[in-house]
Structures are given as structure tokens and as C-alpha cells.
């Protein structure tokens, strides 16, 4: 870490940098993301070391793809589950002959329609990929993010980077460094502060190994979008009903995205989803504890004396998914014991707002 900061010394702006818990931060606006700070994170990454940096979905915790000891150190940092696997994280497809094996044609059709963006694709791996990454599978997890600050950290690391979501494991996804410095500061080397991300949950994960095309976890790209360009595309039928299937991605079977307050989701037309909420107040209130209502922009004036967040419009769910994790953040920080959450409609990015919400929830669902 010295030899980190005379590098920053040669660099003279040390005014863009600060150290928590023996982390640093360096902040990097994503119009300018050339300076000597960016290059620093890339030899850190190839050094060994963890760096969380932002991408277009959520904050990603990087780690040099083809090194396995430096992808354990991402197990150790998050608390993840040895078997859950890691995206490999490129920024030029060319990489791609290096770890991905028996790449079709329909996956280059895809390739082009959404890279780079917030789609993972699901390959057979080449052996350069080390078991660390995969969780021994013989498939590995790929994807070329667009946020101008991680496609220039992997072109100056020169190696994929393997990265998870950089928050705790169970923990929502980071949405800005602030979450990020909260849960792992003082357990990874850099923190990269590049502002708030833009999609606000995690890129879809597609399996082109089998056909049709079969979506693992709903995400940034939609349904109805992989519709347009790949015809036929399946929903792994573990996403409709979780409790009795094996899902495919093993990332979906844990604890995930939880507040440390327990949520319940209610569903069904708004009206009987204000009515319900507003009875579940009254309800945990008498009991001693304090209710939070995670609204939206056209039920929020109906929830008086308690704590509100909007999570946006119903009729525009980018505002939502964008919004989400950071809600349930927050709700910690208010100290609220139980959130209230409504459901909105699985259309579009809709699907993913609804995978995460009702994971937060453990399921903990209230249809009216
Ligand atoms: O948007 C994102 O995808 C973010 C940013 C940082 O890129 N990353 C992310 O990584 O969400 P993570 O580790 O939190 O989620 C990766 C998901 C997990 O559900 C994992 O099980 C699944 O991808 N996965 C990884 N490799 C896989 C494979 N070979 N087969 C099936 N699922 C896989
Ligand atoms: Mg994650």
C-alpha cells in the first residue's frame, strides 16, 4: 500500500484521493476517466489486489480473472459462497478467444445488439479460466459493462476482471461507492468513487449454451428486448418459482439483497395495494415497530406519519430499478424495523425490480 501511495505522489493529485480503514478512494469523473488515478487502480488489479469500480448496473469488486489467488481474495472480502461463480468482466471482444470456448453465431448477433451494456452471456470456458472463477462449472459468465470507467480500468488492468457486486454477500448491490466504502472498506485495497450508477440492479445473465437462449437472472436488458433480436428466449423456470426449482445460476439460490429490516412485497392493482399497506402500518405499529413504505410517485401522498421513500414512477420503471438498493439502504439508516413495499407490474425492467424485491422480501409476499 506504500508503494501505492509514492506512486500517487508522482501523480500530484492527491486531492482526488482519501483513505478509509486503510482503503483508498479515489474519485474519477466518468467524462474524464484518463488520469494518472485510473492507471493506478489497473496495477493494482494487476498486482493481486481487489478494486471496486463503477459500472452502468452496480458497483463491481475487481480482481485479476485469470489469477486465482487474487479471485479468493473476492470470496474472502464479500463473505461469498465458494459456489457461486464470477462474471469475467472485458472490454474489447477479441478477449474473448481467450476464455470462451466454441463462441456460436447467434451469440456474436447478441454480442452486437447489446455490448457493451448490462448483459452477461453464459459460454462452455477455456482452461485459461481458472476453476476459482467458474466454481468448477465448465461454463463461464461474461460481460462487457459501458460506464466509461470500467471500460477503461480492464483496457488498462489488460486482463478480464472477475467481479461480483461489491457489497457484502446477502447485502443489496452498491449503487455508489458511499455503500461500497460501508461494507468493505479496511477489506479491499481501492475504492473507485465514480458517482452513482445508472441502471441501478444487476445485468441480465443469458445462457447461450442452450437452446433456446435461456435467461438465469432477470436484469438490466429485458425479456422483451432479447425477444427482438434472438426470437426465441426461455425464463429458467427456477425464476417462477424459486422454492421448488434448482436454479441454473447458482447465485440464485441465497439470501439476497437484505436490508437488515425485514421487507413484505405487496401485489396486485394499486388501490388494494395502498389499503393493505396502510392496514400492515397500523398493525406493526400497535405491535412496537416502526414501519417504512418503499411507495411510488402515485400512491407516496397516501402514507402519512410514517416513513416514506418513492421509489419513482409506476409508468417509468427505469426511475425504479434505479432507485432500489439505495432505498433499502436507507430504510437501514432510518431505522426502520419493517418495509412495506409495493409491487409493480413484471413488464420491461419491471421483471428484475420484482426478482429483487421479492428476495428481499425471502418471499414474504402479500397478494390482494
Ligand atoms: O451487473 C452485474 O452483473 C454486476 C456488475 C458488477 O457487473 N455483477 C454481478 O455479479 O452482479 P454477481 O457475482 O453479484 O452475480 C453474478 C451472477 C450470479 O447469480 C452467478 O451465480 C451467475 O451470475 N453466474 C456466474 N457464472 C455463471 C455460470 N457459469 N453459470 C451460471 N450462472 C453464473
Ligand atoms: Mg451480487
Known amino acids: 500500500m506504500f508503494q501505492c501511495f509514492e506512486l500517487l505522489s508522482q501523480s500530484g493529485d492527491l486531492m482526488m484521493i482519501k483513505k478509509v480503514n486503510n482503503t483508498l478512494i479515489i474519485k474519477i469523473d466518468p467524462k474524464k476517466p484518463d488520469g494518472e488515478e485510473l492507471k493506478l487502480a489497473a496495477e493494482m488489479i494487476r498486482r493481486g489486489e481487489l478494486v471496486a469500480f463503477p459500472t452502468e448496473t452496480v458497483y463491481g469488486l475487481g480482481a485479476d480473472g485469470l489469477n486465482p489467488v487474487a479471485v479468493r481474495k473476492i470470496f474472502k472480502a464479500k463473505g461469498?459462497?465458494?459456489?457461486?461463480?464470477?462474471?469475467?468482466?472485458?472490454?474489447?471482444?477479441?478477449?474473448?478467444?481467450?476464455?470462451?470456448?466454441?463462441?456460436?453465431?447467434?451469440?456474436?448477433?447478441?454480442?452486437?445488439a447489446f455490448w457493451p451494456g448490462p448483459l452477461t452471456l453464459i459460454f462452455n470456458k477455456k482452461p485459461s479460466v481458472p476453476d476459482e472463477v467458474t466454481a468448477g462449472l465448465s461454463t463461464v459468465a461474461v460481460r462487457m459493462p459501458s460506464h466509461p470507467v470500467a471500460v477503461k480500468l480492464i483496457k488498462a488492468a489488460g486482463i478480464p476482471i472477475a467481479a461480483p457486486s461489491a457489497n457484502l454477500s446477502g447485502r443489496p448491490s452498491p449503487t455508489t461507492a458511499e455503500h461500497v466504502v460501508r461494507d468493505l472498506s479496511g477489506k479491499i485495497a481501492v475504492i473507485i468513487d465514480g458517482g452513482s450508477t445508472e441502471v441501478g440492479l444487476e445485468s441480465t445473465v443469458l445462457d447461450i449454451t442452450c437452446d433456446p437462449p435461456t435467461i438465469l437472472r432477470p436484469g438490466g436488458v429485458t425479456y422483451e428486448e432479447l425477444i427482438d433480436v434472438v426470437g426465441d428466449v426461455r425464463i429458467d423456470p427456477a425464476l417462477e418459482n424459486e422454492e421448488n426449482f434448482v436454479p441454473k445460476s447458482p447465485g440464485q439460490k441465497y439470501t439476497h439483497y437484505s436490508p437488515k429490516a425485514s421487507v413484505v412485497v405487496v401485489e396486485g392493482p394499486m388501490k388494494q395495494q395502498v389499503n393493505q399497506i396502510l392496514k400492515l402500518i397500523k398493525l406493526k405499529a400497535d405491535s412496537g415497530l416502526k414501519p417504512g413504505v418503499l411507495a411510488t410517485d402515485q400512491t407516496k401522498e397516501f402514507y402519512n406519519g410514517v416513513d416514506v421513500i418513492s421509489l419513482g414512477d409506476r409508468d417509468m420503471p427505469y426511475t425504479i430499478s434505479a432507485r432500489l438498493f439505495s432505498a433499502l439502504r436507507e430504510m437501514d439508516d432510518r431505522d426502520v424495523d419493517v418495509i412495506l413495499a409495493e409491487g409493480i407490474e413484471e413488464k420491461g425492467i419491471g421483471l428484475a425490480v420484482m426478482n429483487r424485491l421479492r428476495k428481499a422480501a425471502g418471499y414474504n409476499i402479500i397478494k390482494v
Open 80 to 112: 461469498r459462497p465458494q459456489d457461486n461463480p464470477l462474471i469475467l468482466h472485458i472490454a474489447e471482444v477479441k478477449v474473448l478467444d481467450m476464455i470462451a470456448d466454441n463462441i456460436q453465431d447467434k451469440a456474436l448477433k447478441i454480442m452486437s
